[in-house]
């Protein structure tokens, strides 16, 4: 077993179990649920989310994340274990799939998670949104009109996949916990892991020079 803290991040569209499962996470790895936006962010968030430039929120939203992992940094390097609900594939996908035209290139020193991509059928997911009751934002709706262009995007990162559909908070947890990884921290998944059915596949590479479409 690795003697390194475990640093492990929750993925997936709206709906699939995100904000349920990350705190389950954290209470049973006794680690720290890490906000990947800060509470000062929070009034500037709703201010950000008011306006509709696409590259702006998604400059905020990285600056929020680049914060947090200072954070992350500081607990793992304690020996303290961390979770995080959503990292930086999340605002890369959900921003490039709605528009963004900036290219990020993310340091390579940056705190790796052991990440799992909750996944559930359309059907349930949209009825656990319709359950929910706080109110959909004007961003929420437009992830929701390409949530398939979402689902393509992070289709760019390697992430286990876990199915929640017809599953309870607990054994989605229990899917969690019995998922064997290749290692139990850092970069554990950051190796190339698309040949293994049960991964999605690793963030495809550009050539030099090449533009984008």
Request: with cysteine; proline share 8%.
């Amino acid at each position: 077993m690795s003697d390194h803290p475990r640093f492990e991040s929750i993925e997936g569209l709206r709906g699939t179990g995100k904000s349920t499962i990350a705190p389950m996470l954290a209470a049973a790895r006794e680690a720290v649920l890490v906000p990947t936006v800060p509470a000062f962010y929070q009034p500037l968030r709703r201010e950000v989310d008011r306006r509709e430039n696409v590259e702006a929120r998604m400059c905020f939203y990285l600056s929020a994340l680049f914060t947090a992992a200072d954070d992350i940094r500081r607990y793992l390097s304690a020996g303290t274990p961390v979770v995080v609900e959503s990292y930086f594939a999340r605002c890369l996908a959900n921003h490039r799939a709605l528009g963004a035209r900036l290219g990020i290139t993310l340091p390579p020193d940056l705190p790796q998670p052991v990440t799992y991509y909750l996944v559930c059928e359309e059907d349930e997911r949209q009825t656990r949104l319709a359950g929910r009751d706080k109110p959909d934002t004007r961003w929420d709706a437009l992830v929701e009109s390409d949530s398939s262009s979402i689902t393509d995007a992070y289709a760019g990162f390697a992430m286990h996949r876990v199915d929640t559909t017809g599953r309870d908070p607990d054994e989605v947890l229990q899917a969690i916990l019995t998922t064997k990884v290749q290692g139990a921290h850092g970069r554990a998944d950051a190796e190339p892991v698309g040949a293994h059915p049960h991964l999605l596949p690793p963030v495809p590479r550009r050539a030099e020079g090449a533009h984008r479409t």
